[in-house]
């Protein structure tokens, strides 16, 4: 297996135990002052992180891993009232939003990096 593949899997599974680990304990996140629905970003946030190695490092896995991601968001809200938190249709979507974002960011990072990749450190 490729050291970017090892890296992809290895990063996502991190990801996903950091998201589970803060999604599914009865810790409230830090406020951002005046911040309408601060916890959407929290979300959104935690999902464009978890998209993110996949679309920068292996980004033919994203047809199998955006469903992924899609019923692991909808797992986690599905089983936040067992453990003393809301179930939001809205997480959701902002989970769903992070993913895209995730994405969209991976997919820039590659386009940005693309010109160095094939420059030799002393050569040009």
């Known amino acids: 297996m490729q050291i970017q593949s090892k890296l992809a899997i290895g990063l996502s599974v991190l990801m996903v135990a950091i998201i589970a680990l803060l999604t599914l304990t009865p810790v409230t996140a830090p406020s951002l002052g005046s911040i309408e629905h ?7 946030l935690a999902f464009a992180g978890l998209a993110l190695p996949i679309a920068t490092l292996r980004p033919g896995w994203l047809v199998v891993a955006v469903p992924v991601y899609a019923a692991f968001g909808g797992l986690i809200e599905i089983i936040q009232p067992f453990v003393g938190r809301d179930c939001s249709f809205a997480d959701w979507v902002a989970d769903l939003t992070g993913v895209g974002l995730g994405i969209v960011a991976g997919r820039i990072l590659v386009a940005c990096a693309r010109p160095f990749r094939n420059r030799e450190i002393c050569g040009q």
């Open 38 to 44: 601060a916890d959407k970003i929290y979300h959104a």
